[in-house]
C-alpha cells in the first residue's frame, strides 16, 4: 500500500477520537489549491490532521506544517507523543513536510513561535476561547504577507467565540482595534497602520452531526491584503 493510503486510513480510523477526518480532508483540499508554504496547527491530538496536511505539502513539493501539542490530552491512550507522531511521521515519508514541536504553548505570547516570520495557514485546536481569538490574531497579523486562512475549532458553535468572531471582524474592518490586542503591544501605531492594510472575511462551516456532537464545527476567517487588484477572487 501506498504512503497516501496509509494516511487515508490513517484519517478515517481516527476519526472517532476528534471527529476531525472531515476537517482533514477539508484542509488537504485547501492547500493544495492555494500551495501555502507555511502551515501552523496548534494542537496535534494523533496526528490526523497534520499527516494528511503535510501529505498535501507533499504533492506539493511546496510548504511545512509545524504542529504544536504537549501532549496532555493523549496521555491516557494508546498514542504517545511525540514517540508515535515520529514514527508514523516516518512511515507516511512526511520528514521534509513536517515538524512536531512538543511544547506547553501559551495562547498569551506564542513563546517557542518567535521563529516563525511567515505564516499561510493557522488552525487553533488548544482553546478557541474569544480571549485567544484576538491574542492569535495580534501575534498573527505581522506574519501574513498577503493572505492568510485563520481557522478556528468550533468557532460556529462555542456562542462565547462566534460572539467575538462576529462582532469583532466587522470593527477591525473599520480599522478599529479591540484593547485586548492593543495592551499586548508597544508600538500601538504600527499594529493601528498594519490593521489597515487587511480585510476580514469569516465562514461558519458546521460539521455533520455525531453521538457526542464534539468538535461539530469550524469557522473559517480569511484575512487579506486591502487591495482587490492583486489577485482577483
Known amino acids: 500500500m501506498d504512503t497516501f493510503n496509509k494516511i487515508i486510513n490513517y484519517t478515517k480510523d ?4 476528534y471527529n476531525t477526518s472531515g476537517f482533514s480532508f477539508y484542509l488537504y483540499g485547501l492547500i493544495k489549491m492555494i500551495g501555502p508554504k ?4 496548534l494542537g496535534t491530538g494523533l496526528g490526523t490532521t497534520s499527516f494528511l496536511a503535510a501529505q498535501a505539502c507533499k504533492e506539493n513539493n511546496k510548504g511545512k506544517v509545524i504542529t504544536v501539542d504537549n501532549g496532555q490530552d493523549t496521555i491516557h491512550s494508546k498514542f504517545s507523543l511525540p514517540n508515535d507522531f515520529t514514527k508514523l511521521q516516518t512511515e507516511f515519508k512526511l520528514e521534509q ?18 521563529d516563525i516570520k511567515n505564516v499561510d495557514i493557522l488552525f487553533n485546536d488548544i ?35 462566534y460572539c467575538v468572531v462576529e ?28 490593521l489597515h492594510e487587511f480585510k476580514f472575511s469569516v465562514q461558519h462551516v458546521l460539521k455533520q452531526e455525531t453521538d457526542d456532537n464534539l468538535q461539530d464545527s469550524f469557522s473559517v476567517i480569511k484575512i487579506e491584503k486591502n487591495n482587490i487588484g492583486y489577485r482577483m477572487i
Not at 507555511?38 to 496547527?41: H, R
Open 38 to 41: 507555511s502551515i501552523v496547527e
Open 127 to 161: 482553546d478557541c476561547g474569544p480571549h485567544y481569538f484576538l491574542t492569535l490574531l495580534t501575534w498573527l497579523l505581522p506574519r501574513i504577507d498577503k493572505e492568510c486562512y485563520f481557522i478556528i475549532d468550533q468557532g460556529a458553535t462555542y456562542w462565547p467565540n
Open 14 to 17: 481516527t476519526d472517532s477520537h
Open 97 to 114: 513536510f513536517l515538524e512536531f514541536r512538543n511544547i506547553n504553548l501559551d495562547l498569551n505570547t506564542m513563546q517557542g513561535l518567535d
Open 167 to 194: 462582532l469583532a471582524l466587522p470593527l477591525l474592518n473599520q480599522g478599529k482595534i479591540p484593547d485586548v490586542m492593543l495592551g499586548l503591544i508597544n508600538d500601538k501605531e504600527y499594529i493601528k497602520d498594519l
